[in-house]
């Protein structure tokens, strides 16, 4: 019990001392000046062969590889009375890729840990991959599937 109150004791007079450091008003917070170098994409810039431009960023924290593909496209470009067709287009690359049933893809994605998504909105379209660094050139492969089964046109891959 001695010892319990001797904590107390020490508790109760210690608080205070470091009370003392905080101020009594949100205004009167001091916080050090943010310094951010923001990297500059040219760094980062690469021209394929093929005339698309790709930002190659390594990250090597995790064995991981992100894809992102944009591609200028959109719902602008729908003929008159088909309205909705981009955002159906931009569905079907995950319905199925190639030769393979929408079953079939999935359950290789899902074997991989790998994600694969698509979109189409208003003003561009994109493709997304992430996947493990192991399994680079399969997820490539699944991507040009998808392109040469009509999904995407030529001009997004290499």
């Not at 109150?5 to 917070?29: N, T, Y």
């Not at 916080?31 to 090597?60: C, E, H, M, W």
């Not at 994600?115 to 997304?128: D, E, I, K």
């Amino acid at each position: 019990m001695k010892r319990f109150l001797s904590c107390l004791w020490i508790v109760a007079f210690a608080l205070p001392m470091w009370a003392a450091d905080i101020p009594d008003r949100p205004e009167k917070l001091k916080f050090p000046p943010l310094k951010y170098d923001p990297p500059t994409g040219s760094d980062y810039r690469i021209q394929l062969k093929s005339g698309p431009v790709a930002y190659l960023v390594p990250n090597r924290e995790l064995p991981l590889v992100s894809i992102s593909i944009r591609v200028r496209t959109g719902s602008y470009e729908a003929p008159q009375g088909k309205e909705g067709l981009a955002g159906m287009t931009g569905s079907l690359l995950t319905a199925g890729a190639g030769s393979r049933s929408a079953e079939d893809l999935e359950e290789r994605l899902a074997f991989l840990a790998a994600r694969l998504g698509a979109s189409v909105s208003s003003t561009q379209g994109s493709v997304s991959m992430n996947l493990l660094t192991k399994d680079l050139q399969e997820g490539l492969g699944i991507l040009r599937e998808a392109q040469e089964s009509q999904t995407l046109p030529r001009a997004a891959f290499f």
